[in-house]
C-alpha cells in the first residue's frame, strides 16, 4: 500500500462548477497535511495546509481533513481553466512530506 | 524574496557521466530538502539538511549520490556515476521551520 494515495486522473470539469480532489494516507501518527498545484514544467506550488479535523477555507479553495478516516480532500469553487495543473496531496510524517502521485485536473470552458 | 533557484534548468548526460547539481534556498532557511520525481511515480524524498548537517538521508539511493552543504548555504547534489535510472526531476525545497517547503523549479536529469 501506498503510504499517499490519489487517483491519477485527469479529472475533467466544467469551468464554473466544483472540482473535489481526493486523497488517502496510512499513516494514522500524520499530523500535517499540505495540497501543491504544479503547472506541467513548474515548481510545486503551496495551496493550502491543514492540521485540524473539518473544513479550511481559503478563497475559491477548501480542504478538508478527517483523521479517523484517514482522508484528506481538495475542493475547488468556480473552477477556471487556469486551475487545470496537476495537485499533489503531501502528507509530513516524522520530519520529511510523502507525496502522492498526484491528481491531473482538468477545467475545459 | 528571491525564491528556491536551482541549477542547471536541464542536464542531458551519458551513462557513466558525473553530474552535479546546484539548489540555492531562501535566504535565511535553515531547512533544506532534496527530492526526485522519476516519470509516471510521485515525488521521492531524498535527504534533509538542518544548516550544514544531513538530518535525514534515509531517501538516498545508494552510494552514487552525494550531498553536500557547506556552511549551510547552497547545496550540491552529485550523481556519480549516474545511470539510466537515476533520470527525473530532482527538486530542492526550502523551509524556516520546517512546516512549510518552498520548491524550486527542479532540474530535469536525462541519463542517455
Known amino acids: 500500500q501506498k503510504e499517499v494515495e490519489q487517483n491519477s486522473g485527469p479529472l475533467s470539469v466544467p469551468e464554473g462548477a466544483i472540482a473535489s480532489l481526493n486523497c488517502t494516507y496510512s499513516?494514522?501518527?500524520?499530523?500535517?497535511f499540505f495540497w501543491y498545484r504544479q503547472y506541467s514544467g513548474k515548481s510545486p506550488e503551496l495551496i493550502m495546509f491543514i492540521y485540524s479535523n473539518g473544513d479550511k477555507e481559503d478563497g475559491r479553495f477548501t480542504a478538508q481533513l478527517n483523521k479517523a478516516s484517514q482522508y484528506v480532500s481538495l475542493l475547488i469553487r468556480d473552477s477556471q481553466p487556469s486551475d487545470s495543473a496537476t495537485y499533489l496531496c503531501?502528507?509530513?510524517?516524522?520530519?520529511?512530506?510523502?507525496f502522492g502521485t498526484g491528481t491531473r485536473l482538468q477545467v475545459f470552458p | 524574496e528571491a525564491g528556491v533557484t536551482q541549477f542547471p534548468s536541464h542536464s542531458v548526460i551519458e551513462k557513466g557521466q558525473t553530474v552535479t547539481l546546484r539548489c540555492d534556498p531562501i535566504?535565511?532557511?535553515?531547512?533544506l530538502y532534496w527530492y526526485r520525481r522519476v516519470m509516471g511515480k510521485e515525488i521521492k524524498f531524498l535527504l534533509h539538511f538542518v544548516k550544514e548537517s544531513k538530518q535525514d538521508e534515509s531517501g538516498m539511493p545508494n552510494n552514487r549520490f552525494l550531498a553536500e552543504r557547506t556552511g549551510g548555504t547552497y547545496s550540491t547534489l552529485k550523481v556519480q556515476p549516474a545511470e539510466l535510472e537515476d533520470s527525473g526531476v530532482y527538486f530542492c525545497a526550502s523551509s524556516l521551520a520546517g512546516n512549510v517547503l518552498f520548491f524550486g523549479s527542479g532540474t530535469q536529469l536525462s541519463v542517455l
Open positions: 499513516d494514522r501518527g500524520s499530523q500535517s
Open positions: 535566504s535565511g532557511h535553515d531547512n
Open positions: 503531501a502528507v509530513r510524517g516524522t520530519d520529511k512530506l510523502i
